[in-house]
T-cell receptor
Framework: EPEVTQTPSHQVTQMGQEVILRCVPISNHLYFYWYRQILGQKVEFLVS????????KSEIFDDQFSVERPDGSNFTLKIRSTKLEDSAMYFCASRVQENQPQHFGDGTRLSIL | DQQVKQNSPSLSVQEGRISILNCDYTNSMFDYFLWYKKYPAEGPTFLIS?????DKNEDGRFTVFLNKSAKHLSLHIVPSQPGDSAVYFCAASVISSGSARQLTFGSGTQLTVLP
């Protein structure tokens, strides 16, 4: 069964550095998402991406964050000038069309030191 | 943000019995509801969904019930199996101008099925 894949599974970075989290959505999917889950908290929406542009973003997704679909398969989340509070699990998800569920990857655990 | 609430952090059930997981929401604009299961070190796995035009959807051992007037949905698992032990998340979405259908999650319920 096709699945969303995320790399790396764990990323450790010094505060202030930039990180890029990578995702390969399911190949025929058209809608792409990033969510995060801080330890002990709910899964929170960050951003959605459709037709090569951001379609929605949450208050969390400020100028520190950016997304890109550099080619036909990858979908990346870049976090600049990382802060301690950026430590979380980051989940990528994709969806094929309206009224279909989002499918999630296994996440990247980001640890900021 | 308490738009989707799962008030039971944990639930224990005997193998073979019914598991009932509950979820409440406050945003009347939500029109699509989903249940996800999550094992440790894995991402949420889609289980079952329901549109607001229905009040029940069934898939094998899993049934989701939606009560729009009460803003309440539930997931029934019958019969429960030890492999069902996981965290179950309720999620909801609303059609936005971009139709991106971002999900709003509950806090999850840890289900333990005892052999």
């Amino acid at each position: 069964e096709p699945e969303v894949t995320q790399t790396p599974s764990h990323q450790v970075t010094q505060m202030g550095q930039e990180v890029i989290l990578r995702c390969v959505p399911i190949s025929n999917h058209l809608y792409f998402y990033w969510y995060r889950q801080i330890l002990g908290q709910k899964v929170e929406f960050l951003v959605s991406f459709y037709n090569n542009e951001i379609s929605e973003k949450s208050e969390i997704f400020d100028d520190q964050f950016s997304v890109e679909r550099p080619d036909g398969s990858n979908f990346t989340l870049k976090i600049r000038s990382t802060k301690l509070e950026d430590s979380a699990m980051y989940f990528c998800a994709s969806r094929v069309q309206e009224n279909q569920p989002q499918h999630f990857g296994d996440g990247t655990r980001l640890s900021i030191l | 943000d308490q738009q989707v609430k799962q008030n039971s952090p944990s639930l224990s059930v005997q193998e073979g019995r019914i598991s009932i997981l509950n979820c409440d929401y406050t945003n009347s604009m939500f029109d699509y509801f989903l249940w996800y299961k999550k094992y440790p070190a894995e991402g949420p796995t889609f289980l079952i969904s329901i549109s607001s035009i229905k009040d029940k959807n069934e898939d094998g051992r899993f049934t989701v019930f939606l009560n729009k007037s009460a803003k309440h949905l539930s997931l029934h698992i019958v019969p429960s199996q030890p492999g069902d032990s996981a965290v179950y998340f309720c999620a909801a979405s609303v059609i936005s101008s971009g139709s991106a259908r971002q999900l709003t999650f509950g806090s999850g319920t840890q289900l333990t099925v005892l052999p």
